[in-house]
């Protein structure tokens, strides 16, 4: 089946928000759409949807944390579209800007909960660096890896 990748809208928001909560089990859908509205606002360019028929079916974001680094913020695909590709469509768009922007190594935190998704980014060279304790809360640790853009 055919979607198509483009850069997020405010309208999104609320299907995003409900996204959100597969990549964020740890969250709120009303908590976490104020931090996806300000990431899109702060870096508009960062933030993608994926759009099957009419409807937004996944979406990445990333933020520059400073001259070539980067972390990938989330990655979801609604659970009907998982598997078709989109979630790597989503990544590797993310990736082209932002080694376009002279990105050298982006990050990626998986909640523990979510340590499912690890392969998903094997597939893509990422490789885990570490764990980081409490990284989203009070007993929420996350896997940290790790890919160095060519």
Excluded: W
């Excluded at 089946?1 to 409900?18: A, G, P």
């Excluded at 990333?62 to 972390?71: K, P």
């Excluded at 998982?82 to 002279?102: N, R, T």
Aim: glycine content about 6%; charged content about 30%.
């Amino acid at each position: 089946m055919s979607f198509t990748i483009r850069l997020m809208r405010e309208s999104d928001l609320d299907t995003v928000s409900e996204l959100a909560i597969l990549a964020n089990p740890f969250t709120t859908k009303e908590n976490y759409h104020k931090h996806i509205l300000s990431e899109l606002r702060e870096k508009p360019d960062l933030s993608f949807v994926a759009i099957k028929k009419t409807k937004v079916v996944g979406y990445v974001q990333a933020e520059v944390r400073n001259d070539d680094e980067a972390v990938l913020e989330d990655i979801a695909v609604d659970k009907e579209n998982q598997g078709l590709g989109i979630g790597s469509c989503l990544l590797e768009k993310c990736l082209h800007v932002l080694k376009d922007k002279g990105i050298k190594v982006v990050f990626a935190e998986v909640h523990y909960k979510c340590a499912s998704a690890i392969p998903f980014y094997y597939k893509h060279d990422f490789r885990i660096i570490g764990v980081k304790q409490d990284r989203f809360g009070e007993g929420q640790d996350a896997v940290i890896l790790k890919k160095i853009l060519y």
